[in-house]
Nanobody
Framework: QVQLVESGGGLVQAGGSLRLSCAIS????????MGWYRQAPGKERELVAV?????????ADSVKGRFTISRDNAKNAVTVYLQMNSLIPEDTAVYYC??????????????????WGQGTQVTVSS
């Protein structure tokens, strides 16, 4: 079993920055991919960014150049971060941390699965 605890959401003006954190504990050795998804009202959940245990990364086109995903490995826990810069109102959504056993980053970007965090609200005002 894996536990995810997210933090760092909030309200920010357009052009501002936020950093989301996801503390991952439990059976972390089963995890090969970690990512962030978001879901805006009335829209489907979409991939924002993903990073694998081999440090391969993928980003949604809408956030390339503005968002950066990274991870920090400790002995019994992993933290994955999403640094969000130059935020725009269209970035407003609930952001979810996700971790998976899947190693193939292409599969990760095309399917849903694994464990999810509870979500953290990000609101960007114009």
């Amino acid at each position: 079993q894996v536990q995810l605890v997210e933090s760092g959401g909030g309200l920010v003006q357009a052009g501002g920055s936020l950093r989301l954190s996801c503390a991952i504990s439990g059976n972390i050795f089963a995890i090969n991919a970690m990512g962030w998804y978001r879901q805006a009202p009335g829209k489907e959940r979409e991939l924002v960014a993903v990073i694998t245990s081999a440090d391969s990364t993928r980003y949604a086109d809408s956030v390339k150049g503005r968002f950066t995903i990274s991870r920090d490995n400790a002995k019994n826990a992993v933290t994955v971060y999403l640094q969000m810069n130059s935020l725009i109102p269209e970035d407003t959504a609930v952001y979810y941390c996700n971790v998976r056993r899947e190693r193939d980053i292409v599969v990760v970007t095309r399917t849903l699965g694994g464990w999810w965090g509870q979500g953290t609200q990000v609101t960007v005002s114009s």
